[in-house]
């Protein structure tokens, strides 16, 4: 049985603009920005009512778009579709529930922000925490870490 | 309206984003990036010491020019700077910079492993966190040196915070991908398996993928997690949905925790405990039910996570391949979804359908949806999903429904998209080959293959009609009339010439005789495609043309013609020109035996395997991504090199299940494999030296390398495939009675043209007589190949030298003298042996003996001769 896990997920609008990319394989820049192109390419071609995946070389590419995001994830060719599906659904009620109904604009301004919340549900390409209370708990948490700025700059 | 940070919102940060967004070309972008980056340079180089808050802020910055697409060459070092700091928020950026800017200077990986080591050895849990984070992110070769070993110990502490243990949990079954050698086996792994118990649900969600993971490479390590993980799915389905609270999603409980459980138990065979066998049974069924039961709720969340489930459960149930009850209804309810409104369910239930189809238990049911999906085939819009339906009517195809099913896909061909032609090409040919009675079908659809796409047909399905068709006697005829036929259309795909082109060469004189196909109108038919041709097509139809003239010689002036013009004579191709000249040579001075003799028909091909199958596994089997970083395997193929993504995604070393369905679609024509025969041909050549080709046949050629000392011997064997195909599911042991022989495993795919080694380490523990036999098995082309060859480790091998003085020896040499001590063996020498050379040899000997014993003994022996 091959590894089952997310490969990579990117976040981007429908201009093509990436907005987030989590890579959890270990690849080259070049390579990066290669797939990347394509693959926004290849899913920006897709027609509404087309189902929500579609074999992209020897992946398995499962994406929904959510207001202007494109959210595409890569799974292996025997992975679950269906609750890698979930997963992204998941992903982006946290970001709304952190953000108050998040838009594009959250995640541009505050990237940083998206990660961190990313890394608190998904490592190393598998769910870690799937209660979203605990996740948003943890995230709070971190939040009340911070110190208050001394200097504006 | 732009969000401002929550937190402590670095200000500076979302003036800097909106002034790029503000941009109104690329030029101006470039030019504000790169005013920013000269500014962020010279504060980093300042005199000033810089404070927290504002590296951060800077390395922020770099880190978001780097995300927007451009190359960032600093910051690496106040990156570090920042996760060594006692500041959570500047920890995070530090962090976080460095996982997404990897960098492989050493100095700064030493750095940043202190400040991981620091951070995991803090007790604080939200920086021990941050810092298995890193580490799972990055996962490099150098981390998993230092925390490899560090880990498992933080994950079974009794003392770790839930969160860490999450953490730790995964970022092991990250290391564990990348560089598995380096993750240690240990009594924490029996601790880790406890861990599908405990009480939080998050700690087994991980616990559970990390076993699943570590399970593939240690199956016996992690079996009691079975049993474990049954109780807690069956508790997860039986639950009433308040129970799990937090972990209830839309109604479903713990859908992921229930799916990685599944997974994990798709790592093992049907438990062999009766109870526990149907415990699970029970399980899998209270899924099944669940399906039907009427939704909770009416959102697609609800029903993604119910199904998702459902969908591991069937994945799961087709694994084991033993419940018929459980299967036939698995494709029951696949059978539902084929019709339902939703696209995604459709596609997924043809996907899943397809491995259903190949189990003996529900090869049957599967086929009862055939309709449907050929309707599927008709009417579905989305492309992938068209695709799904070819998948399955080809794992469906048996006698009962060939005809059928290769009609409907030579419809459909007609039609389809030009990516997947090839493939569909392929397919059919596979299957009108496979389950032909009648030839002249199998030669109608290879033809009308041709006819329909023939670009996208490859040489391997016209090869493979040729050679049919030259081994079938009852359907030569039959294509000779229909090549003929089809070559009258305006516009025919150069394939149909080159085939019909070679079959009338072999075949014409069998519809000679009537003067519709006359010889000349045969003629005249290929030759009105010549110049249409390219150069390959040219050559096979002049080869075409002297066959006819020995056929025909009524004929014979005509094509002479033909072949003595200036075009042919005179051809700027090579191939061509010489063919011309040549036959036309042949045409003039043999007599009509002799052309006749030269010009033979064609023998049978030897019966072999097709290579379109090969071909087809290669299009649809583990491809790679291009432009990966390869880490090419050396000479030898070993595989201690790095992991590089293509590692990663080396599929190749556990075939998918798509290339084991295609090979099970053929398991029933490929005869099991007959008790091989032991070769021993190159055995005794191994008596007096111990490198050397041990074996060697069509396919495969083994080497050897061998090495001993006292009682213990190493051989390195070579496995060389002398193919371009791949072996697969390559596998070999050692069978000896006296000797104890350890092998390490190896590779079960070996690349064609590639070579592979493995050590057998070797211990002789008393006398013996019999040589130890390795038996390997592979898989070349479908067909299972199993060789056993005689492995050279004979008693003298292990013999050593040892010093005396000659009183003892012949003291020792006295004492054996009892009958059974002595044994006289008189053979009759294979070569002759030149009495005088033998005597120079000895004497040469004798003076390279430095004893006088030694010297003696050569004497007698001299005199002998």
Redesign the interface.
């Given at each position: 049985m091959p590894f089952l896990c997310l490969f990579f997920m990117l976040l981007f609008s429908r201009q093509g603009k990436l907005r987030l990319q989590k890579w959890y394989v270990p690849l080259s820049d070049k390579e990066k920005k290669k797939i990347t192109r394509e693959l926004v390419q290849t899913v920006l071609a897709r027609k509404p009512k087309m189902c929500s995946f579609l074999e992209w070389r020897d992946l398995k590419i499962v994406y929904k778009r959510y207001a202007s995001l494109y959210f595409c994830c890569a799974i292996e060719d025997q992975d679950n579709e269906l609750i890698t599906l979930e997963i992204i659904h998941r992903y982006v009620e946290l970001l709304d529930k952190y953000f108050g109904s998040v838009c594009e604009l959250d995640i541009i301004f505050n990237f940083e922000k998206a990660y961190f919340i990313l890394d608190e549900f998904l490592l190393g390409g598998e769910a870690q925490e799937t209660s979203k209370k605990n996740v948003l708990k943890a995230i709070e948490q971190a939040d009340l870490l911070q110190e208050v700025r001394y200097s504006p700059r | 309206?732009?969000?401002?940070?929550?937190?402590?919102?670095?200000?500076?940060l979302?003036v800097f984003?909106s002034d790029i967004?503000n941009c109104k070309s690329k030029e101006a972008e470039i030019k504000r990036i790169n005013k920013e980056l000269a500014n962020i340079r010279s504060k980093f180089k300042g005199d000033k010491a810089l404070?927290g808050?504002?590296k951060k802020?800077y390395v922020?910055k770099l880190?978001?020019i780097f995300?927007l697409?451009h190359?960032i060459d600093f910051g690496h070092m106040e990156a570090v700077n920042l996760l060594s700091s006692n500041?959570?928020?500047e920890k995070?950026?530090g962090y976080?910079f460095i996982s997404v800017l990897?960098n492989s200077n050493s100095d700064l990986i030493r750095l940043i492993n202190n400040g991981i080591k620091n951070d995991l050895a803090s007790r604080n849990p939200?920086f021990m966190n941050l810092a298995?984070?890193c580490i799972?992110?990055v996962?490099?070769r150098e981390m998993a040196e230092a925390f490899a070993s560090e880990i498992p110990r933080v994950l079974v502490a009794r003392d770790t915070m839930d969160?860490v243990k999450?953490?730790a949990?995964?970022?092991l079954?990250?290391l564990n991908?990348?560089s598995p050698d380096l993750v240690p086996m240990g009594e924490w792994t029996a601790r880790v398996v406890h861990l599908l118990n405990d009480q939080h649900?998050?700690v087994v969600?991980?616990a559970t993928?990390l076993i699943?993971?570590l399970a593939?490479k240690n199956p016996d390590d992690f079996k009691t997690s079975v049993s474990l993980a049954v109780a807690r799915l069956s508790r997860i389905v039986t639950s009433a949905s308040i129970d799990l609270q937090?972990?209830t999603?839309y109604f479903v409980a713990?859908?992921?925790?229930s799916?990685k459980l599944l997974?994990l138990l798709?790592?093992y065979p049907p438990p062999e405990d009766a109870a526990l066998r149907s415990r699970l049974t029970e399980c899998l069924e209270t899924i099944l039910n669940k399906a039907q039961e009427p939704p909770k709720s009416k959102k697609v969340?609800h029903s993604?996570?119910k199904?998702?489930v459902l969908?591991?459960a069937i994945?799961l149930i087709i694994h084991h391949d033993s419940e018929p009850t459980l299967l036939v209804r698995a494709c029951n309810q696949l059978g539902q979804f084929l019709q339902h409104r939703e696209?995604?369910l459709?596609?997924?239930a043809l996907e899943s359908m397809c491995t259903l189809a190949s189990s003996e238990f529900s090869h049957e049911a599967v086929k009862t949806h055939m309709e449907t999906v050929i309707n599927a085939l008709k009417t579905e819009?989305?492309v992938?999903?068209r695709?799904r339906a070819v998948d399955l009517l080809y794992a469906m195809c048996d006698r009962s429904n060939a005809k059928q099913i290769v009609a409907e896909m030579l419809s459909y061909l007609e039609t389809a998209d030009y990516s997947i032609r090839e493939e569909i090409v392929l397919k059919v040919a596979i299957l009108a080959e496979k389950y032909a009675v009648d030839y002249t079908w199998y030669v109608d659809t290879i033809l009308n293959l041709i006819r329909i796409a023939g670009d996208y047909v490859s040489e391997e399905v016209w090869y493979r009609v040729i050679q049919i068709v030259i081994n079938r006697d009852d359907v030569q005829g039959y294509a000779a009339k229909t090549v003929f036929e089809a070559l009258q259309a305006p516009a025919c795909h150069e394939n149909l010439v080159k085939v019909g082109g070679y079959i009338l060469g072999e075949f014409g004189n069998l519809i000679a005789g009537d003067s519709r196909s006359s010889p000349l109108v045969q003629f005249n038919l290929l030759h009105s495609k010549f110049h249409l041709c390219s150069v390959p097509t040219r050559a096979l139809l002049l080869s075409a043309y002297i066959k006819f003239i020995n056929l025909f010689p009524e004929v014979k002036a005509t094509i002479q013609d033909v072949l003595r013009s200036d075009s042919q004579l005179r051809n700027a191709d090579v191939e061509l020109q010489q063919r011309a000249v040549e036959y036309l040579r042949l045409s003039c001075i043999a007599s009509t035996d002799i052309l006749a003799t030269v010009l033979e028909e064609m023998p049978p091909f030897p019966e072999r395997e097709s290579s379109i199958l090969a071909k087809l596994k290669k299009k649809k089997g583990?491809?790679?991504?291009?432009?990966?970083?390869d880490s090419r395997r050396s000479v030898n193929g070993s595989t201690d090199s790095t992991?590089?993504?293509t590692d990663?995604?080396n599929?190749n070393?556990?075939p998918?299940?798509?290339a084991n369905l295609l090979i099970d679609v053929f398991s029933e024509s490929s005869a099991p494999p007959a008790a091989t025969d032991v070769s021993e041909e190159n055995f005794p050549r191994f008596v007096c030296k111990n490198n050397g080709v041990i074996y060697e046949n069509q396919l495969l050629q083994i080497g050897l390398k061998s090495e001993y000392r006292q009682n213990l011997g190493r051989m390195y064997v070579f496995y060389g495939n002398k193919t371009s195909t791949q072996f697969l599911s390559f596998s070999s042991s050692v069978s000896s009675s006296d000797l104890n022989v350890h092998s390490k495993a190896v590779d079960p795919v070996i690349e064609g043209g590639a070579q592979m080694q493995q050590i057998l380490n070797i211990e002789c523990v008393s006398d013996f007589s019999d040589a130890p036999v390795l038996n390997i098995q592979f898989r070349y082309g479908g067909a299972l190949q199993n060789i056993a060859v005689k492995l050279p480790v004979m008693l003298n091998k292990f013999f050593q030298p040892t010093e005396m003085m000659s009183q003892d020896f012949f003291q020792r040499w006295k004492q054996l003298g009892a009958p059974q001590q002595e044994v006289q063996k008189i053979f009759k020498a294979k070569h002759p042996m030149d009495t005088e050379v033998a005597k120079a040899k000895v004497k040469r000997h004798k003076s390279l003996c430095r004893d006088s014993v030694s010297q003696r003994l050569c004497e007698l022996l001299s005199e002998q001769f």
């Open positions: - | 309206m732009p969000a401002v940070s929550k937190g402590d919102g670095m200000r500076g979302a984003i967004r404070d808050y504002s802020k922020c880190l978001f995300l697409g190359d500041k959570y928020t995070q950026i976080l990897v939200t298995l984070h799972a992110n996962g490099s969160s999450q953490s949990a995964l970022c079954l990250r991908r990348t649900l998050g969600t991980a993928s699943t993971t593939q937090d972990y999603y713990a859908p992921w925790l799916v997974r798709q790592c969340q993604n996570a199904n998702a969908f591991e994945a696209t995604n459709r596609y997924l819009r989305d992938s999903v695709q583990p491809g790679k991504l291009p432009d990966m970083d992991h590089s993504f990663v995604l599929l070393s556990a998918s299940s798509g």
